[in-house]
């Protein structure tokens, strides 16, 4: 017997019935258009706040289950990723589509390492901004300069020139972002290390001062390495949304993925861990974990770090992250608020009434304790989001641009202002 991949939908107020095709899970938004439609009816069109049940494409960049606690890139599960690749291995395999051979890692490596560097004229831009500016804010000026730096990348479909402009946007990120920081310090820029891998380049713009060769800790080069793996891609989520809107529009990739630090700015996208770190400071010692728990369940207080719109089991990065915690405090010391989350976690997890609701902890719950462990004061903590992320944005962006079903994106909206007013003058509303 031969499945009938259909939906049937009744108009109740015509009676009439419309059969609409069901394709991977969805039917179409615009089948629906036919629904009533008429002289004086546009049809029916489909009311998505937040696009919480909205598929704006298809995909083959990171495959997410939430509820079975799912996330792989390209198909590759990303424990595996994050035990066995680097961070350059995973950014070619969510680019590119598959893991490279040995002479397209060493040359990927190669490329990358040697596109470090940023035009001084740029430099002296972020030299520019006051001496607290966030820097987020000179993170997202930044990228956007990028694309007058190089007018070529407005050619999307050249392959080789987009392939330029992908090196240089992955290269460059962590640039950008270790000038952003030490610019808030007051601190000289350094400059690429073109011996050292990608986590530890960073981690020398970062913290070098007077020594003549910065060597960081290999444990803490490793589980930045792992953070910046597990913030690569993250399917659909705000801001590769806002990446494939602006691109859309067939913009060079610099302000597309300009558009992405943006959304990622936002407290709700990229505060989470912040947010996490204020609450332990909060509740400040063990003992008073039960009576926040307490609070949590009268709605008096906020558990962060736990639950997410996308699992609804285990954030599987989040068992990963923990094990990098252990590699970090033994470089820098444990923090003190170590303690207060790991006994939070606990009772949480053996509670019903959170067990019930499966907030479990997700990614944000530890990587805010590891990134200030690693000295980074809270301001920093998306822009150490935004480096890794900007591999999956270029993903999801040069996908964008080969898919010949992609269109400018505008959604249609809810009209409920006024209609058909008179206008009346100035002169004669002043009266």
């Not at 008429?38 to 696009?51: I, K, N």
């Not at 960049?61 to 350059?88: C, H, M, N, W």
Request: net charge negative; with cysteine; charged share 25%.
């Amino acid at each position: 017997m031969t499945e009938n991949h259909t939906l049937t939908v009744r108009d109740n107020r015509t009676g009439e019935e419309y059969e609409l095709p069901i394709t991977d899970g969805t039917v179409r938004a615009s089948d629906f258009n036919q629904i009533g439609k008429s002289a004086d009816d546009p049809g029916l069109a489909l009311y998505d706040p937040g696009f919480t049940n909205t598929a704006s494409t298809r995909s083959s960049v990171t495959y997410i289950d939430g509820d079975k606690g799912i996330l792989e890139y390209r198909g590759y599960p990303i424990e595996q990723l994050a035990e066995k690749s680097t961070f350059l291995e995973v950014a070619y395999l969510l680019i590119h589509g598959e893991l490279p051979t040995e002479k397209q890692h060493e040359q990927w490596v190669h490329e990358i390492t040697f596109h470090t560097f940023v035009h001084e004229n740029l430099k002296s831009q972020l030299q520019g901004f006051r001496y607290d500016a966030h820097p987020m804010g000179m993170l997202l000026s930044s990228v956007g300069a990028l694309s007058t730096f190089y007018p070529e990348a407005r050619n999307i479909h050249d392959p080789d020139i987009r392939h330029d402009q992908i090196v240089r946007l992955i290269a460059k990120m962590p640039t950008l972002g270790a000038w952003s920081f030490r610019h808030a310090q007051g601190k000289p820029y350094v400059y690429p290390d073109n011996d050292l891998t990608y986590t530890e380049n960073f981690l020398s713009m970062l913290f070098k001062m007077s020594e003549q060769k910065y060597n960081p800790d290999p444990r803490l080069a490793k589980a930045l390495e792992v953070l910046f793996i597990l913030h690569a891609d993250h399917e659909q989520n705000c801001s590769t949304n806002a990446v494939r809107s602006v691109g859309s529009s067939q913009v060079d990739p610099y302000s597309a993925v300009s558009s992405g630090v943006a959304a990622l700015y936002g407290p709700l996208h990229g505060g989470a861990n912040e947010a996490v770190l204020k609450m332990l400071k909060r509740i400040g010692t063990p003992d008073k974990i039960p009576a926040f728990i307490e609070g949590v369940k009268k709605g008096e207080e906020k558990l962060m770090g736990f639950g997410h719109r996308v699992y609804k089991n285990f954030d599987p990065r989040a068992t990963i992250i923990k094990k990098a915690v252990d590699d970090v405090f033994a470089v820098t010391g444990v923090n003190p608020l170590l303690e207060i989350a790991q006994e939070l976690e606990r009772i949480a997890l053996e509670d019903d009434y959170f067990i019930s609701r499966k907030l479990y902890p997700n990614v944000d719950f530890y990587s805010g304790l590891i990134y200030e462990a690693l000295q980074f004061p809270p301001e920093m903590f998306t822009v150490l989001f935004a480096i890794p992320r900007t591999a999956g944005w270029l993903a999801q962006w040069v996908e964008l641009v080969d898919d010949k079903e992609q269109k400018i994106a505008r959604p249609k909206q809810i009209y409920t202002g006024d209609r058909r007013l008179d206008f009346v003058s100035a002169q004669e509303r002043w009266k």
